[in-house]
């Protein structure tokens, strides 16, 4: 997948969950024209101000995909691009791993627990051991910790593999 799909696709994730930004349309547009995409609505949508009205910038933002002939993703392209996200915030160590393998989870529930993802079932499993079990479990949080960071990594490469980013 190239850059300007996968950010599309994560775009319409927040489109999607009705939480899209002015800001969110803006860095959308930021990364088109750092990949070189130039139109006028490209140029128009991104000389707004992020506390423009969103309509105007799904107004702008849907005259860009018809003129590049972006389809609109489905909803689990969505996902899954959200997933790759999430694994890339893991490897980075941006946030708080247990916090994001648990997101990645109820993104693996929407998504009726695909088999390559499966995984994450148990990761989040074993999240609610070291979180709510005894202090037995607390010793197992380091090995947990390394598993998440494993498990995003090995999913990237996969993806990359199938050149899905």
């Not at 005259?63 to 899954?80: A, I, N, Y």
């Amino acid at each position: 997948m190239d850059l300007i799909k996968f950010k599309t696709n994560l775009l319409f994730y927040k489109i999607y969950k009705n939480i899209a930004s002015g800001s969110d349309y803006l860095n959308w547009g930021f990364s088109l024209l750092e990949n070189d995409v130039e139109s006028e609505s490209l140029f128009k949508l991104s000389s707004m101000s992020k506390a423009d009205s969103l309509f105007i910038f799904e107004d702008f933002f849907y005259k860009l995909l018809e003129e590049m002939g972006l389809k609109r993703p489905t909803d689990e392209e969505t996902v899954e691009a959200h997933i790759i996200l999430m694994c890339q915030e893991i490897i980075n160590q941006k946030s708080d791993l247990l916090k994001i393998a648990s997101d990645i989870f109820r993104e693996v529930v929407e998504l009726h627990y695909p088999d390559d993802l499966v995984v994450w079932l148990e990761i989040n499993d074993a999240i609610d051991r070291v979180i709510y079990d005894n202090e037995g479990e607390k010793q197992n949080e380091d090995a947990l910790r390394k598993r998440i960071i494993y498990e995003a990594k090995k999913y990237l490469s996969i993806q990359e593999a199938e050149d899905i980013i």
